[in-house]
C-alpha cells in the first residue's frame, strides 16, 4: 500500500511569488484535504477534494486554490505569497468525505521572506 | 470560546509514569473523535479512533464524556518513545473538515 506523498519537502519563497504543491494520495482513497499548520498551531482546513471538485473551503482567501486529477493527485497554488504563509503544508487522503480518518503526507515546509 | 482547546503542555514525566491530557470541545453534536499524534517537525498519524464512548489500545485509552463535553487520552507505562504532540479532533457529523487542537505536548525523561 503507497502512503500519501508530497512535493517538495522544503521550499523556500519570496514575498509576492506564487508556489505550487503536488500531493499523490493513499492508493484507494479517493479524498484529498490540504491543511495549513503554523508553529505551535494546530492543522487549519484550507480545503477538500472529492472527484475533481472542491466540496469544502475553510477560512483561507480565495489565492489560495488547487486542483484533483482523475488518479486522485493534487495540487496546492498559492498566489501572492506573503510572510504569514510560512508554514508546514499537509495533504491528507481519505476514503470518505465526512469524517473519515485522515492519513497524512510528510508535509511540505514553505518558508516565504 | 475556541472549537477545541488543549492545554499545550509541556507534561514533562518520567519515564512508567501515567500521564492523562484532556481537549474540551464546543460542539455538543460531537459524539466521536480522534487523538493523532505529531512527532517533532514530522506529519500528525492516527494513534486511537473512537465511535464510542471511548477505547483502550494496550496503553493507550481515550474516553468522551458528552456531559462536560471533554475527550481525555491517558498513557500508562510511559515511555521515552512517547515523547510527542497529541492533538485531539472531535468529530461533527456535518462538516467534511476536521478540526485539530492545538495539541499537548508530551515530554518523557529517562
Known amino acids: 500500500e503507497t502512503g500519501v506523498t508530497q512535493s517538495p519537502t522544503h521550499l523556500i519563497k519570496t514575498r509576492g511569488q506564487q508556489v505550487t504543491l503536488r500531493c499523490s494520495s493513499q492508493?484507494?482513497?479517493?479524498?484529498v484535504s490540504w491543511y495549513q499548520q503554523a508553529l505551535g498551531q494546530g492543522p487549519q482546513f484550507i480545503f477538500q477534494?472529492?472527484?475533481?471538485?472542491?466540496?469544502g473551503r475553510g477560512n483561507f482567501p480565495p489565492r489560495f486554490s488547487g486542483l484533483q486529477f482523475p488518479n486522485y493527485s493534487s495540487e496546492l497554488n498559492v498566489n501572492a505569497l506573503e510572510l504569514d504563509d510560512s508554514a508546514l503544508y499537509l495533504c491528507a487522503s481519505s476514503l470518505g468525505q465526512y469524517n473519515s480518518p485522515l492519513h497524512f503526507g510528510n508535509g511540505t515546509r514553505l518558508t516565504v521572506t | 470560546r475556541k472549537e477545541v482547546e488543549q492545554d499545550p503542555g509541556p507534561f514533562n514525566v518520567p519515564e512508567g509514569a501515567t500521564v492523562a491530557f484532556n481537549c474540551t470541545y464546543s460542539?455538543?453534536?460531537?459524539?466521536?473523535f480522534f487523538w493523532y499524534r505529531q512527532d517533532c517537525r514530522k506529519e500528525p498519524k492516527l494513534l486511537m479512533s473512537?465511535?464510542?464512548s471511548g477505547n483502550e489500545d494496550g496503553r493507550f485509552t481515550a474516553q468522551l464524556n458528552r456531559a462536560s463535553q471533554y475527550i481525555s487520552l491517558l498513557i500508562r507505562d510511559s515511555k521515552l518513545s512517547d515523547s510527542a504532540t497529541y492533538l485531539c479532533?472531535?468529530?461533527?457529523?456535518?462538516?467534511?473538515?476536521?478540526?485539530f487542537g492545538s495539541g499537548t505536548r508530551l515530554q518523557v525523561q529517562p
Open positions: 477534494y472529492y472527484r475533481e471538485e472542491e466540496n
Open positions: 460542539n455538543s453534536a460531537s459524539q466521536s
Open positions: 473512537v465511535y464510542s
Open positions: 492508493s484507494g482513497h479517493n479524498t
Open positions: 479532533v472531535p468529530l461533527d457529523t456535518g462538516r467534511r473538515a476536521l478540526t
